[in-house]
């Protein structure tokens, strides 16, 4: 099939990678002038590992090339894919006017593409106002298809997903949508725009909920003497539980959990409806970093001229991506207190870190960054920091050695075995 792509963020830029794969002639579209000049120059404005080869060999069989804008096109196109930005408004709804505009775009060909499938995330009943919108030939081919893809792991879960759920009002779009996602094995769900817009913000809040729940039975562990990783064995091997989602921390963050949990509350409120398990989950999770905050004042209230040492800037480890990052919440107040901090991550650009953590230094590694510290927060599981050499970093951090541990990534007991101090989520009984 001939496809564009709209919109080259980690959502479109990996469907534009795998259709090329998949054998499709594709084209993304990028309207951010900047961002195309650098995919031209195959580079990546993020990472997401095994893009940057998958978009090399793709480039490089012909299949896939760049776009500023789709009415560049001279031939008719077959499908069309939507994967622009929903970034959420101040006021706490999502601001469509990307979505609009790639709509527009389309509408502006002069022949409809067999078959237009939106992925980005959009509020529940956003499909159905913008069918009424537009014109018949292109409402008659719109398909809304949620995307399940995680930073770290999009390529994978593209070709491989969980379920393709396709929303759509046109059943004789199925076909078109199968040979556009052929290779994708994996269960379809077929139901109506609405219901999959839903689909999408309910699995968000769901896994968000998963994960605030078992911190805050983390955060009673602690209370208990009770051990966290011990409960979630127990919960988690419970098949109706499942062990998915539920890593006790410092909470979730990330482009997608927050910005998705709000805008299903803000729909709730457009309703008049309250949604209280949500509103708490929300809650339980803006608590975690300032929690963790408390741990670290207290633990620092008799050190002159504390140094703290930051391991993982990102939201989680395996990506770059620092939007809502703990990070972001937890710095600020370390540097507002008079600390020093000084931040080691893998994959933060050292200019990213600088323009978003005024006054945090920069370390070359991990274990350089926490040499001479008083405090080492870990913040992502990022492989450098659980397998650095706990012992030589020991050795080199000041009085109270004290390891707070963000994620539950690290061996209390051989940290405690090579003289640190630890403190973790729910883990004050290991
Ligand atoms: C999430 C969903 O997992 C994807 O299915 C969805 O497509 C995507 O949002 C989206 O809406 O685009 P992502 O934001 O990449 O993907 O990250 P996740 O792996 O889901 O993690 C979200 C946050 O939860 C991270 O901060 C992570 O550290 C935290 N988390 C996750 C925990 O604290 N504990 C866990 O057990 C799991």
Redesign the pocket.
Known sequence: MRVAVIGLGYVGLTAAVCLSQAGHEVTGVEADPERLARLRELRLPFFEPGLLEGMTGALRSGRLSFAGDVREFGDPLDAAIVAVGSPQLPSGRADLSQVTAALQSLEALPLAPRLVMLKS?VPPGTSRRMLARLGPALARRYVYSP??????TAVRDWQAPARIVIGTDNKELLGEARELLRGCEAPWVVTTPTNAEMIKYA??AF?ATK?SFVNEIANLCDDVGASIDDVVEGLGLDPRIGPA???A?V???????PK?TRALANVAVGHRRSLPLLEAVITVNNRQPVMLLGAIHGSLQRVAEPLVAVGGLS??AGTDDTREAPSRTMLPELIAQGYRVVAWDPLVACEVSERVFPGVTRAETFEQAAAGAHLVLVLTDAREIVGADWGAISRQMQAPKLVVDGRNCLDATFLRAVGLNYRAVGRAAS
């Open positions: 995330t995307e399940f893809l995680s930073q770290g699995a968000n896994l994960v989602f539920l890593k921390g909470g979730w963050g990330g482009s997608c959990f998705d939201f989680k």
